[in-house]
C-alpha cells in the first residue's frame, strides 16, 4: 500500500513539474509532445509553435529513409495533429519537425506494433 501511494505520489509530482515547466514558457518557447510513444498505428503531436513557423513532419527509418512525411498547417497558435504511421514496421524510428529555416525539433519514436 505504501509503495503504491509513494509512485503515485511521485507520478504526480513528475506530472506537474512538467506542466509548471511548460506553462512558465515564454510565448517565444517552441515545444513539442510526441504521444504515445511507442506507439501502435497513430502518434500524436501537440505543437506549440511559440514564434516558430512549423511546415513539415518527416519520419525517417534507422538507415535514414524518408518513410512518411507531411506537410503542417500553418498556425500560431498550439495544436494537435494525428499521423496515421499504420504502414510502418515494429522499430526505432526518427522525427524530424521542419520550420523554415530547417530542422526545429528531432525526437526517437517507437513503433511496437
Not at 511521485?10 to 515545444?31: G, I, K, N, P, Y
Not at 510526441?34 to 511559440?50: A, H, K, M, R, V
Amino acid at each position: 500500500m505504501k509503495k503504491t501511494a509513494l509512485i503515485l505520489s511521485l507520478f504526480t509530482l513528475l506530472v506537474f513539474t512538467a506542466w509548471d515547466a511548460h506553462a512558465q514558457a515564454s510565448d517565444s518557447t517552441f515545444s513539442v509532445v510526441t504521444s504515445p510513444n511507442p506507439f501502435d498505428d497513430e502518434l500524436t503531436l501537440t505543437i506549440y509553435p511559440g514564434n516558430r513557423v512549423v511546415k513539415s513532419v518527416k519520419i525517417y527509418d534507422i538507415i535514414g529513409n524518408d518513410v512518411a512525411h507531411t506537410e503542417l498547417p500553418l498556425r500560431h497558435s498550439p495544436f494537435a495533429y494525428t499521423l496515421n504511421l499504420a504502414h510502418l514496421r515494429p522499430g526505432f524510428y526518427f522525427l524530424n519537425i521542419y520550420g523554415d529555416k530547417g530542422i526545429i525539433e528531432s525526437r526517437k519514436i517507437f513503433c511496437s506494433r
